[in-house]
């Protein structure tokens, strides 16, 4: 089913393969922060250079830093960043947070083609306004740099004005018990009290198959 989709995004922590398929564009998140998150011993230097050869050896074109700074600073992650670049002479997609403040956002967007907006998902304080979007975007794109959206979703993505976000909500129907419709706007449907959801997979193809159609219909409208 994934084969379908053009646009795909994986996380380093969880998938360490190529692709099966070549889809137009493959986002890689470092999955940094999910691996500190789970626990585990987490030696920063050995996941990067684990990181790096993942990119080497794949010929990955787009991956996203290691946006740890409330782990390890934002000093470390520079120099994670500037390491990362040097050892796979490509440039990396660099995610701003709120807190590293507005001379850092245009410092981005002046030095990178393709940079991303950290922190939606996680709540972070940028959450809250949304509509500042519209002004993140005209900011980069007076620079000629493209912003990702990370964690986005929901009617704001219409008119914010990313050239790509990324989501998991299509596997929110297997959560909620929901089955997604798609068809101009998302429909979603809760399975009665009284029925229990049996077939998971065969839900998330589905829903994949609906969010995959919302993916075309953003494409067509000129949204990326």
């Given amino acids: 089913m994934l084969n379908k989709s053009n646009y795909?995004?994986?996380?380093?922590?969880?998938?360490?393969?190529?692709?099966?398929?070549?889809?137009?564009?493959?986002?890689?998140?470092?999955?940094?922060?999910?691996?500190?998150?789970?626990?585990?011993?987490?030696?920063?230097?050995?996941?990067?250079?684990?990181?790096?050869?993942?990119?080497?050896?794949?010929?990955?074109?787009?991956?996203?830093?290691?946006?740890?700074?409330?782990?390890?600073?934002?000093?470390?992650?520079?120099?994670?960043?500037?390491?990362?670049?040097?050892?796979?002479?490509?440039?990396?997609?660099?995610?701003?947070?709120?807190?590293?403040?507005?001379?850092?956002?245009?410092?981005?967007?002046?030095?990178?083609?393709?940079?991303?907006?950290?922190?939606?998902?996680?709540?972070?304080?940028?959450?809250?306004?949304?509509?500042?979007y519209i002004k993140f975007n005209k900011i980069a794109n007076s620079y000629g740099c493209k912003l990702h959206g990370l964690g986005l979703t929901g009617k704001i993505i219409n008119t914010a004005g990313f050239y790509s976000v990324d989501s998991t909500s299509w596997k929110s129907g297997r959560r909620f018990a929901q089955i997604h419709k798609f068809n101009g706007e998302f429909i979603k449907i809760t399975s009665k009290k009284d029925k229990r959801l049996v077939d998971y997979n065969g839900l998330d193809n589905h829903n994949l198959n609906e969010w995959l159609k919302y993916q075309k219909y953003l494409e067509n409208k000129g949204v990326r």
């Fill in 8 to 132: 795909i995004l994986t996380s380093f922590y969880y998938f360490k393969d190529a692709l099966p398929y070549q889809p137009q564009i493959h986002l890689v998140d470092s999955g940094a922060f999910t691996f500190f998150s789970s626990g585990k011993k987490f030696d920063v230097d050995k996941y990067v250079g684990e990181f790096i050869n993942y990119i080497n050896e794949f010929d990955i074109k787009y991956f996203f830093e290691l946006d740890i700074d409330v782990l390890v600073g934002y000093d470390k992650v520079l120099e994670i960043r500037k390491r990362i670049e040097n050892e796979t002479n490509k440039k990396c997609i660099p995610v701003w947070h709120y807190f590293r403040g507005k001379d850092e956002f245009i410092k981005m967007c002046k030095e990178y083609e393709y940079a991303a907006i950290g922190g939606i998902a996680s709540k972070e304080k940028i959450a809250r306004y949304p509509e500042f």
